[in-house]
Every structure is written in structure tokens, then in C-alpha cells.
């Protein structure tokens, strides 16, 4: 009989985009943990466990629980070396798909100083320095802007440049375009708003692009991800012709 976690981990099960001896690149599904924590609920590590058949697994980088969509994970010691090299060198670009609200008209880079309350698992932004807190840069660029019912939408890409918990989400919420879907940063909300909260159950953000240099045949690797079913059926929604695009 199939136990209650092998049935969890098979309905989170990542999706495989490419994997050799050294590299694996995934995309991980909202709701499953990237690795374990005191909670004990199946997460990516245990996963990739099982797939290698063996303890270890380079964990690179990491996604929030509910964020979805690329990631590459080192196999060997020596891979996964070379891979956060590659990050820390900014050698190793992520670009982020996610739904705002909002009218965002220009492309723009946002610098904010981040400091993460861990108790709470909250983060708070401030444009100036304040102890404790990290720098977290991002490049955010319009894709487009959907106006619905007298709310406006905003599709956006982003280019990180630094990899801070939550950073995007609270970032975007600093700079007044909370993603749709994340009730931990969004303060106000219209009906319409509401409306649409209610047909995703989390922030809407997907990582949609990974480039980096493969960490032994140097060739550069790219992949892109669509969006999963519930982004895509937003925006589906909204790009209906009773609705305006601009």
C-alpha cells in the first residue's frame, strides 16, 4: 500500500528539464518545501534523494515553498562548487515571472536593505541601511498591463541580482506592486482584488529562466519554463476580450 508521504511526493514530484552526470535541472511544483525543516514535511532534498540514490544532493539555490519553477542542482561536490561560484560571480542568471498589482509602466531597478524577523518568517524593506540588514538589488521589467473591472494588473519579469528570502514578493510590496495571491504583503486589496485572491491559493511568482555555464564542459546552459496552470489561467482570464490589455 502506497504510504501517505510517497503519495505527497509523487503529487509534488518536480519536473525534470535535463540531467547528466553532474548537473539536474528541475522545475519544482508551489508547495513543495526546496529542503527540509523542523516540520519534518516531504521536501526537494528528499526527493532528489530518492531519484540519485544517494545522500547527497547540491542544493544551490532555493526556492520558497509556494514559488515555482526552475532550479539546477549540483550531483557531484565538485558541480555544485562551481555552480555557487557561478551564483556568487552573478554568472548564474534567474529571471522570475509574476503577477502584480498594479499599473508598472517602466522598466526599473530596485534596491532596498532587507531584514528578515525569523520568528515571524517576515521581511521588512527599507531604502535605507538598518542593522542586521542585507542589500538586495532587482531588475524589474513590464511584459504587460491588464486593467479588469477598474483594477489594474501588471505581468513583470525579473532579473535578480542578489538572492534574498522573499526578496521579490517584498520588494515589489515596498514598492507598491504586491504580487497577487501573497496575503503576507498585501495590506489592501479591491473587490475585484479579492475576487481574484480567491483563484490562487499563493504568491504569484514563477521562475521562469536559468543561464549558467555548465560547472565542467563550460558550455552555456539555458532553460525556460512556462507558467503553471493557475498563473496561466489568470492571465488567460484577464486577456479576455471583455477584459481591456494595454
Given at each position: ?61 532555493r526556492l520558497d515553498r509556494n514559488t515555482s519553477g526552475l532550479m539546477v542542482i549540483g ?172
Open positions: 500500500m502506497m504510504s501517505a508521504s510517497t503519495k505527497l511526493i509523487k503529487s509534488l514530484a518536480p519536473r525534470i528539464l535535463f540531467e547528466d552526470q553532474n548537473i539536474l535541472v528541475l522545475s519544482k511544483p508551489a508547495g513543495l518545501l526546496s529542503q527540509g525543516e523542523k516540520t519534518g514535511e516531504i521536501n526537494l532534498v528528499d526527493w532528489l534523494r530518492q531519484h540519485f540514490g544517494r545522500n547527497y544532493v547540491g542544493l544551490i539555490h550531483k557531484r561536490s565538485k558541480a555544485a562548487k562551481r555552480l555557487t561560484e557561478a551564483l556568487q560571480e552573478g554568472k548564474l542568471e534567474r529571471r522570475y515571472t509574476a503577477i502584480l498589482i498594479g499599473s508598472l509602466r517602466k522598466e526599473a531597478v530596485w534596491s532596498h536593505y532587507l531584514i528578515k524577523d525569523n520568528d515571524k518568517n517576515i521581511v521588512k524593506a527599507s531604502k535605507t541601511f538598518v542593522k542586521n540588514a542585507k542589500q538586495a538589488s532587482l531588475t524589474v521589467k513590464p511584459i504587460k498591463i491588464i486593467s479588469i473591472s477598474g483594477a489594474v494588473l501588471t505581468v513583470a519579469e525579473f532579473l535578480l541580482e542578489t538572492g534574498r528570502s522573499h526578496q521579490i514578493r517584498v520588494q515589489a510590496a515596498a514598492e507598491g506592486f504586491p504580487l497577487l495571491g501573497d496575503t503576507k504583503y498585501t495590506k489592501e486589496k479591491s473587490e475585484i482584488i479579492n475576487k481574484l485572491f480567491q483563484n490562487i491559493n499563493r504568491p504569484a511568482l514563477h521562475s521562469s529562466y536559468l543561464s549558467f555555464p555548465h560547472p565542467i564542459c563550460k558550455e552555456t546552459m539555458q532553460f525556460s519554463d512556462k507558467l503553471p496552470e493557475d498563473m496561466e489561467r489568470i492571465i488567460s482570464e484577464l486577456k479576455s476580450p471583455k477584459n481591456k490589455t494595454f
